[in-house]
């Protein structure tokens, strides 16, 4: 079992920036590819960033290519998620994933482990 805790989220203008962390526990951390994912009020939960288990392959979502950044410190078992130049339409709960197959398979396949999520509102 994996377990996964987000922190980081909260309320920031138009422009900003906020940084993600997922805290990950259970299994070996550099054993199984993370990500993020992003779910908006009346959406569907859609891939937001995932990187692979020792951080060499990443991949994002169009939406957020340019804007967002995620990386890993497997010393410390945490996910990042670097989210810079918000938009109003970035506002949604951010999930931490974590799953066994590969990086670009969680891009379209459902992760098997999940955080609580955490929200990220963006103001106009």
């Known amino acids: 079992q994996v377990q996964l805790v987000e922190s980081g989220g909260g309320l920031v203008q138009a422009g900003g920036s906020l940084r993600l962390s997922c805290a990950a526990s259970?299994?070996?951390?550099?054993?199984?590819?993370t990500g993020w994912f992003r779910q908006a009020p009346g959406k569907e939960r859609e891939f937001v960033a995932t990187?692979?288990?020792?951080?060499?392959?990443?991949y994002y979502a169009d939406s957020v290519k340019g804007r967002f950044a995620i990386s890993r410190d497997n010393a410390k078992n945490t996910v990042y998620l670097q989210m810079n130049s918000l938009k109003p339409e970035d506002t949604a709960v951010y999930y931490c994933?974590?799953?066994?197959?590969?990086?670009?398979?969680?891009?379209?396949?459902?992760?098997?482990?999940w955080g609580q999520g955490t929200q990220v509102t963006v103001s106009s």
């Open positions: 994933a974590a799953d066994y197959r590969s990086a670009r398979t969680m891009t379209t396949m459902t992760p098997t482990y």
């Open positions: 259970g299994r070996a951390f550099g054993t199984y590819a």
């Open positions: 990187i692979s288990e020792i951080g060499r392959s990443t």
